[in-house]
């Protein structure tokens, strides 16, 4: 796992000013505390069979074969949640959390359009419309439009993803953003931008994040470091200024070969990340829900190099303080052959949208009108997951 180490000169180079430092201008803070959200995207379609692992389901073994997750109990086995499932053994943090009450698991969700392609799937994902290309901003971006400006978005990276960009203000940073001191671009660009109020106050307002992220004693987070990457997003996220709905990109899960390795790299770190923000922030955390989600699953069987292929159904993650305490969301189809979708994924039995839906109205007060006409357009017969999910 990669994160990129970016000084200002390549930061504002690559992602270009309008991106990178996008404001906040019209923010405005709610009196109180406010809730928080972070959206964990894995990227590369993450294997959910390996994930939250379905050892209790007589075709599991024979299906996955040397690439099957052993049993809670056995050497290197699942760590056991409920109904006959298990956490990979690398969500050592993630299952004290489920311990605690604090985490939950949908094991069979997807996207509403069938896609095998990662950059289409990543476009419906973060579009949060019905198919491809639908929307030309991003879901998470009209969320903060229907809170009526009461939260603060962050995305984390060189460049905004497409779940936050639209017309509500966020502000962006990128790990490793450090100030240095014989950098002149920022003044330079200050005066070039005085007399334009749009760029002018977007680049005010990345420096202003920048800022923060120094005040906080982040300075520079380490190539690989991935538990001080949590730990840096928390402290952005802390105080009366702090994001609260923040969006973040893992890459490589795209294991077509030798998977058990690489997920457990990816695991582990994904792992770290939110052991980073569970304690990063603090009480904070007790109104936080961080959700990870990703494109698409990966097949049912190996293949012949020992990965998995492009699927359809896979898992997703809910940690967090604010969570109720509960195990499955959603329906599990089984991996019975009759059930697997053209006979080679697992078969959703939810759309990835109602989770979301779930937790942006319960959590973050996103009214349900808002979130079937606006945020998730035409998406009305797609209730959102579960009263009571946070």
């Known amino acids: 796992m990669t994160y990129p180490h970016l000084n200002r000169r390549l930061f504002l180079g690559a992602a ?52 099957a997750i052993p049993a809670p109990g056995q050497p290197n086995g699942a760590l056991a949640l409920s109904e ?14 489920y311990g605690a009450g604090q985490a939950r698991f949908a094991p069979a969700v997807a996207i509403p359009t069938r896609i095998r392609s990662h950059f289409d799937a990543q476009d419906v994902l973060e579009n949060g419309g019905e198919g491809l290309r639908q929307q030309t901003d991003g879901w998470l971006n009209r969320a903060l439009a229907a809170s009526g400006a009461r939260y603060h978005g962050l995305s984390i990276g060189a460049q905004t993803p497409l779940i936050l960009r639209g017309s509500a203000p966020t502000s962006s940073w990128a790990p490793g953003g450090k100030i240095e001191g ?46 001080g990457l949590g730990a840096a997003v928390a402290r ?29 790299t990816r695991l582990t770190g994904l ?13 904070d955390w007790d109104r936080t829900v961080v959700v990870v989600a990703t494109e698409f699953g990966r097949t049912a069987r190996a293949n012949g190099t020992q990965g998995t292929d492009h699927g359809t159904g896979s898992s997703l993650l809910l940690a967090g303080g604010a969570l109720k305490q509960g195990g499955l969301v959603g329906d599990w189809p089984t991996l019975a052959e009759a059930k697997l979708f053209e006979d080679r994924d697992l078969a959703p039995t939810l759309d990835v ?3 979301f839906k779930g937790v942006l109205r319960d959590h973050m007060g996103v009214d349900r009108a808002a979130l079937d006409n606006r945020v998730f357009p035409g998406s009305a017969a797609e209730a959102p997951a579960y009263d009571g999910l946070v």
């Open 236 to 264: 952005l996220m802390s105080g009366d200024q702090g994001a609260d709905l923040v969006a973040l990109s893992i890459d490589g899960w795209d294991t077509h070969a030798r998977q058990l390795g690489q997920l457990q």
């Open 353 to 355: 949208r109602s989770v």
């Open 182 to 227: 014989g950098d002149r671009i920022a003044s330079l660009l200050q005066d070039l931008y005085v007399e334009d109020p749009m760029l002018g106050t977007n680049l005010a307002r990345g420096l202003e994040t920048e800022l923060m992220a120094m005040v906080a004693g982040d300075g520079a987070v380490r190539r690989n470091d991935v538990a």
């Open 84 to 97: 006959g499932f298990g956490l990979h053994p690398s969500l050592k943090g993630l299952h004290d959390l």
């Open 16 to 67: 270009g000013v309008s991106l990178a430092f996008a404001g906040r201008a019209s923010a405005q803070s709610a009196a109180g505390p406010r809730n928080k959200m972070v959206l964990i995207i894995a990227r590369g379609a993450m294997d959910g069979l390996s994930v939250t692992v379905p050892y209790g389901d007589a075709n599991y073994v024979p299906l996955r074969g040397g690439l």
């Open 271 to 283: 792992d770290q990340v939110i052991g980073g923000l569970h304690r990063g922030l603090g009480t």
